[in-house]
């Protein structure tokens, strides 16, 4: 529980700072908890843009709870935070999280080479990144 409460601390400091904004995914019927969706790394200025990142419960994939969970935050990024960009990467092996991207309207720009280094090893990950549809 102190390292739950640690992040959350840190999540709220970020957020007062407007460097990131995490947000719980729940079950409506229940109110469980079964994922996080956050954008992270927010840039003002000239870039106005953030990275997108969302976790998910496993046994709760396939049932469109991230495609409504990624367009919600879509539109708090642009017409809340006024975001300009929004990008996420993805391995691409990541299948279920390409086929989330592109249904909420993210486009593939391309690969990135030894990107992320998961489990020791420097991972491939395809840059995805909605533009706010009234400024494209």
Do not use: C
Not at 26 to 45: C, H, M, P, Q, Y
Not at 55 to 83: P, W
């Amino acid at each position: 529980v102190p390292r739950q409460k640690e992040r959350i601390n840190r999540s709220m400091q970020r957020r007062a700072k407007d460097e990131a904004y995490m947000h719980g995914i729940f079950l409506n019927e229940t109110d469980a908890l079964i994922g996080t969706i956050s954008l992270n790394s927010v840039e003002r200025g000239p870039i106005q843009g953030a990275l997108l990142g969302y976790v998910l419960d496993e046994k709760q994939g396939g049932k469109g709870y991230m495609t409504e969970a990624i367009r919600l935050i879509i539109d708090y990024a642009f017409y809340e935070l006024y975001l300009h960009r929004i990008e996420a990467g993805v391995k691409p092996s990541n299948i279920g999280s390409i086929r989330v991207l592109e249904k909420t309207g993210f486009e593939n720009e391309g690969l990135h080479r030894k990107k992320v280094k998961i489990n020791d090893k420097w991972e491939d990950h395809y840059l995805f990144a909605i533009i706010h549809p009234d400024e494209s």
